[in-house]
């Protein structure tokens, strides 16, 4: 098992820059998770970690050692792919094998990893079939064997489960986690699911357009977002951003109005610098954060759209009076029958106008 | 659901007409041709005359002869180097694909009769650039035309220099579609670029190069342009007359079309039986 350190790693495509000197510390039996939008440079960061993609900047180091010049194969790691990269030609043994016959290691030792990897993702009896006779999640599970065989000191996963069913990728997203903690190694994980991001890492990184917008464990990261950005991203239905202005300061914090909503006051604590009142900042509430009136800080009415029943809970797609989108989260036995209702923010965050977090 | 049928034919008709007149007859009526004593008036049926002659006619087993040693060495040496070809092309190194793509294309697009007094005039025994090269390195000129074994090999060159682009461009298609993360996942797995080609892309291009084998064959037992046109009807003394160039003699320079009609099933047979076999060996493990 290793760590793997990021210093300042850089990636250009000619003149246009699509990784901008990241820095990531990954420590030894962790399993962090790379999630952003597309085209967030999170595959290019994992392809460069393996190796398959040249390193334009900065410093890559696996176990201590820097791999910029080290040769993929080399460098310790084992990728499972997106669309799972199995031979085709080759049965589900040959598949796990084929690595370590190629490169000569010895029979016996090559037929004790492939059996323990069949049996750690209890495939043993599909050893004979071919990718094409298998399911979507028995070839992911092969896929995930042949990185296992090659016992590496760092799995890299690039979105795995995206081309699986919603069932399926639940029931893998279990398996993998069950992995993380069989081999205790350290595992890379890249996804735009911000959900797979939440349920399997012990921290995550989250970018967006090749810079990283915040690393921290999944609750810091939901209850404690650095921007408007992570705190959009992450949390399913994501949070709600009302427009809002400063009024002024009280001994609590500083005392934002709702725009639209003379009476729709919260006050939030912020320890740094206050906006000058009058300045335009955004109020997040995330949808469970709504409650009933009079229940917070601020009381606001919304015009109801649409309702969804989950069983459980209910989400309300509502409007403001000012007209921006707000989703709100309620017990199904709560949801109101009127096409108007008054909620309260029990809970909020202030971001000014450029999305950065205030505190 | 039956009337919409009826108008689809109604569509096709024209076209079913034309194709059973102008393919569909001429298959079935060389057939029966073939049954036929066509150097008499009026033609007679005797279904041993043409088919028979077939079996003991020295011609007809030189002409075999010859299309079979050239299917033998020449479809494997084009295909092996297309192979050759589709590898550089394939190459990330490469520079300008574009234009040695359509260079390598290029020589289907020639006229046969072009190509065939070129390939006349570059191997000629006094001022072709074949023999000068040679010379120039201290080898003997050829007589590629005068011998049976050059003119043999002048047969193959030509043919190869004509497809060999032709396969390439199919076998590049069919590299194209093996995706790059298997390729990547080997290289993680420590396997070399040789053993990637052998143990990846060769078993998964096979659909293709069976494929471009069974064109090729098939091309091959039809063998007529380069013979009639390089070599000058088969020559020297026959020495190059493949059985496209018999059927053709028979056919259209004897009058013969019984033994014609013969000749061209024997071929069509052949190149049948050999594909057959060809898939048979390479057919996929169930």
């Known amino acids: ?359 | 659901m039956r009337n919409r049928n009826a108008t689809a034919y109604r569509f096709l008709t024209p076209y079913l007409l034309i194709f059973a007149i102008f393919w569909v007859w001429p298959i079935i009526s060389s057939f029966l041709i073939s049954f036929q004593a066509t150097r008499t008036v009026p033609w007679r049926f005797a279904p041993g005359f043409n088919w028979g002659r077939l079996i003991g006619d020295p011609a007809f087993f030189n002409a075999l002869k010859n299309t079979l040693l050239i299917l033998v060495i020449q479809v494997p040496v084009m295909i092996a180097l297309a192979m050759v070809m589709a590898v550089l092309l394939n190459s990330p190194l490469l520079k300008a694909r574009g234009l040695y793509r359509f260079a390598f294309f290029a020589p289907v697009v020639v006229g046969e009769v072009a190509y065939s007094a070129v390939f006349r005039l570059m191997f000629s025994l006094d001022f072709g650039i074949v023999n000068k090269l040679l010379n120039s390195i201290g080898l003997p000129k050829v007589d590629w035309f005068s011998n049976v074994t050059p003119a043999m090999a002048l047969i193959m060159i030509a043919v190869t220099w004509r497809w060999a682009g032709y396969n390439a461009i199919i076998l590049l298609a069919g590299m194209q579609s093996i995706p790059d993360d298997v390729y990547e996942a080997a290289t993680l797995d420590r396997v070399s670029k040789l053993k990637q080609f052998f143990y990846i892309t060769l078993p998964l291009l096979k659909p293709v190069i069976v494929f471009c084998a069974v064109l090729s064959i098939i091309g091959t037992m039809q063998l007529f342009t380069e013979p009639f046109l390089i070599t000058e009807r088969g020559g020297p003394g026959g020495g190059t007359e493949t059985l496209g160039l018999l059927l053709y003699r028979q056919g259209f320079r004897s009058l013969n079309f019984g033994y014609a009609s013969a000749v061209a099933y024997t071929m069509a047979g052949l190149a049948i039986a050999i594909t057959l076999v060809q898939l048979w060996l390479t057919r996929e493990p169930k």
């Open chain 1, 1 to 359: 098992m290793a760590t793997v350190t990021l210093t300042n790693v850089a990636k250009r495509f000619g003149a246009f820059e699509v990784v901008h000197g990241a820095n990531i510390d990954i420590a030894d039996g962790e399993f962090v998770v790379f999630v952003g939008p597309s085209g967030c440079g999170k595959s290019t960061l994992l392809r460069m970690i393996a190796g398959l993609e040249d390193i334009s900047g900065g410093e890559i180091a696996i176990g201590g050692k820097v791999v910029n010049d080290v040769e993929p194969a080399d460098r310790g790691i084992a990728m499972v792919f997106q669309s799972y990269a199995l031979y085709p030609h080759m049965s589900v043994e040959q598949n796990l094998s084929f690595g370590l016959r190629m490169t000569g290691n010895p029979k016996a030792d090559t037929e004790r990893r492939v059996n323990r990897a069949a049996e750690i993702l209890r495939i043993s009896e599909l050893m004979e079939r071919r990718p094409k006779k298998l399911s979507g999640g028995q070839r992911q599970r092969v896929a995930i064997g042949r990185a296992i065989v090659r016992e590496p000191q760092v799995f890299l996963f690039d979105e795995p489960l995206s081309n699986l069913d919603a069932e399926l990728r639940v029931q893998m997203r279990v398996e993998i986690s069950r992995l993380h903690k069989e081999l205790g190694a350290t595992m890379v994980y890249v996804t735009h699911d911000q959900t797979e991001a939440m349920t399997l890492a012990d921290r995550i990184v989250v970018l967006r357009a090749g810079h990283i917008e915040q690393i921290g464990r999944p609750l810091e990261l939901y209850d404690n977002p650095d921007n408007i950005f992570v705190a959009g991203f992450v949390g399913s239905p994501k949070m709600n951003f009302i427009k809002a202005h400063i009024v002024g300061r009280d001994a609590k914090g500083v005392v934002v109005e709702l725009a639209g909503e003379e009476k729709a006051r919260v006050v939030q604590p912020l320890t740094g610098v206050a906006p000058e009142p009058g300045s335009k900042v955004i109020v997040g509430v995330r949808p469970e954060h709504f409650g009933v009136a009079g229940e917070g800080d601020a009381d606001l009415t919304v015009a109801i759209d649409v309702v969804e029943h989950l069983g459980g809970t209910s989400f309300l797609y509502a409007r403001t009076a000012h007209g921006d989108d707000v989703v709100i989260q309620r017990d199904a036995a709560k949801v109101p029958e009127t096409s108007n209702v008054t909620v309260s923010i029990r809970k909020s965050y202030l971001f000014d106008e450029k999305g950065m977090r205030l505190r």
